[in-house]
C-alpha cells in the first residue's frame, strides 16, 4: 500500500510560480512510476507530467514552465511550476504506479489533491 498527499496549493497571479510536493510512503519503490495530473472544474482529469527514472514526460501545455522531480532520500515528489497561466487553474493530484503513463487509469495510488488557482 502506497500513501500520497499533495500540498502546495493556493492562489497565484499568471506569470508567477508555485511549488507543489507530494510526500509518500508505503510499498513504494525508487523505481516506480510517479505523475501529476489536474483536473479543472467539470473537466476531465488531464496529464501534466510523469518521471521514471530516468525519463520525464511533460504535456504540450506545461512543457517548458513546469518541471517534475524527485527526491527518493525525502520520499517526495515535487512539480515546479513558473509563469503559470489561468488555463493552469485546476485541482493537482500526484499518482505512483509501475508504468509511466499518459493515462490515469495506469496509475494504482492517487493523492487526495490540492487546489491551484492562478489569477489573471
Known amino acids: 500500500q502506497v500513501q500520497l498527499a499533495e500540498s502546495g496549493g493556493g492562489l497565484v497571479q499568471a506569470g508567477g510560480s508555485l511549488r507543489l510536493s507530494c510526500a509518500y510512503s508505503?510499498?513504494?519503490?525508487?523505481?516506480?512510476?510517479m505523475a501529476w495530473f489536474r483536473q479543472g472544474a467539470g473537466q476531465e482529469r488531464e496529464f501534466v507530467a510523469a518521471l521514471k527514472w530516468p525519463n520525464e514526460d511533460y504535456a504540450d501545455a506545461v512543457k517548458g514552465r513546469f518541471t517534475i522531480s524527485r527526491f527518493n532520500q525525502e520520499n517526495r515528489l515535487d512539480l515546479q511550476m513558473n509563469n503559470v497561466k489561468p488555463e493552469d487553474t485546476a485541482v493537482y493530484y500526484c499518482?505512483?504506479?509501475?508504468?509511466?503513463?499518459?493515462?490515469?487509469?495506469?496509475?494504482?495510488?492517487w493523492g487526495q489533491g490540492t487546489r491551484v488557482t492562478v489569477s489573471s
Open positions: 508505503g510499498n513504494t519503490v525508487s523505481w516506480s512510476a
Open positions: 499518482a505512483s504506479g509501475s508504468t509511466r503513463s499518459r493515462d490515469y487509469r495506469a496509475y494504482d495510488y
